[in-house]
């Protein structure tokens, strides 16, 4: 398959806060990603029970609703294989037993947004 033939990853974007998430989306889609974006958890597992093609998850952990690490579950109950990455603005805690091998890192807030895409590139690869 030639580079133009090559699908354009798409990552589904959790995170509440609407500033970060407009930051974060136009960052993956000038890197050349496909980004869905959902403000709350509910939205989130919306777009992973979808038939949408997502190849991997970004979510914050911290969420008015559903948290990130619920999501996370539900994303890679419905779609094996799925890569994760999850964001947090609080301190680091462990992560649940359920995720720890699908959870690809735990993003720091605040973090680059100038090295996200290499981050998420690297987890499609792993």
């Known amino acids: ?6 699908p354009t990853p798409r990552v589904l974007l959790v995170e509440d806060e609407a500033f970060l998430r407009e930051l974060v989306m136009e960052g993956l889609k000038d890197a050349g990603y496909s980004v869905l974006e959902a403000s709350d958890g509910s939205a989130g597992l919306q777009a992973l029970q979808s038939d949408l093609k ?4 970004l979510s914050d952990i911290k969420l008015p609703d559903i948290d990130g690490y619920h999501v996370a ?30 959870v690809y890192r735990v993003l720091q807030k605040p ?12 987890a499609l690869d792993s």
């Open 1 to 6: 398959m030639s580079a133009a033939e090559t």
């Open 54 to 57: 997502i190849d991997l998850l």
């Open 73 to 102: 579950e539900a994303g890679a109950a419905l779609r094996p294989g799925l890569k994760v990455i999850l964001m947090t603005g609080y301190a680091p805690s462990p992560l649940p037993p359920a995720l720890r091998s699908v």
């Open 111 to 122: 973090f680059s947004l100038e090295t996200l895409p290499g981050t998420i590139a690297a």
